[in-house]
């Protein structure tokens, strides 16, 4: 069975650091790109970051810079290492599993969430 | 970045109606469009991928439709389980982008 456990969010004062893990099982890790997606309170969904297999990495422009997307394919775990928040990234952080195939590309798994507050 | 342009933000429908949501991108973006159900306190689940192919498991009174700029979710015959919010997200290239929602009320 497919399984993604977010962990390491928490309250962190603006301007500080955070890193997230994603704990993945049931699958070849290596084998799928990975992608985080967050969601402000009562808020919709915001794409993050993404890792390809061979270690490309994409940002929008408003982490670029600030968060560091990584992978340990050894451990079966995705990372988000994020530097110089602000009270704006505080929201709930999803890891997801990128799916491609001919047709087309989705995310098919998702992580339960990890909850990351910046405030003082 | 491409911008999605989804509507309505919101819509209030009775169990049995057709709902449609539909999506704009800001530039072509193919086929390269997904739709996601999000209910409260639970991850999305993707309905539709590649604009019109259906996700294994998701019923059939959910399809897709559209291509380039313009795209179309239809909910054929309204569920009380379908009362959710809805997303679409272009995987064209990236940033890949959401769109803002729609949720979907009961009437």
């Known amino acids: 069975e497919v399984q993604l456990v977010d962990s390491g969010g928490g309250l962190v004062q603006p301007g500080g650091s955070l890193r997230l893990s994603c704990a993945a099982s049931?699958?070849?890790?290596?084998?799928?790109?990975m992608h985080w997606v967050r969601q402000a309170p009562g808020k919709g969904l915001e794409w993050v970051s993404a890792?390809?297999?061979?270690?490309?990495?994409y940002y929008p422009g408003s982490v670029k810079g600030r968060f560091t997307i990584s992978r340990e394919n050894a451990k079966n775990s995705l990372y988000l290492q994020m530097n110089s928040l602000r009270t704006e990234d505080t929201a709930l952080y999803y890891c997801?599993?990128?799916?491609?195939?001919?047709?087309?590309?989705?995310?098919?798994?998702w992580g339960q969430g990890t909850l990351v507050t910046v405030s003082s | 970045a491409i911008q999605m342009t989804q509507s309505p933000s919101s819509l209030s429908a009775s169990v049995g109606d057709r709902v449609t949501i539909t999506c704009r991108a800001s530039q072509g973006i193919r086929n390269d469009l997904g739709w996601y159900q999000q209910k409260p306190g639970k991850a999305p689940k993707v309905l539709i991928y590649a604009a019109s192919s259906l996700q294994s498991g998701v019923p059939s009174r959910f399809s897709g439709s559209g291509s380039g700029t313009d795209f179309t979710l239809t909910i054929s015959s309204l569920q009380p389980e379908d009362f959710a919010t809805y997303y679409c997200?272009?995987?064209?290239?990236?940033?890949?982008?959401f769109g803002q929602g729609t949720k979907v009320e009961i009437k």
């Open positions: 997801a599993r990128g799916n491609y195939s001919v047709s087309g590309s989705h995310f098919d798994y």
């Open positions: 997200l272009q995987d064209y290239n990236y940033p890949w982008t």
């Open positions: 049931g699958f070849t890790f290596s084998n799928y790109d």
């Open positions: 890792i390809g297999v061979a270690g490309d990495t």
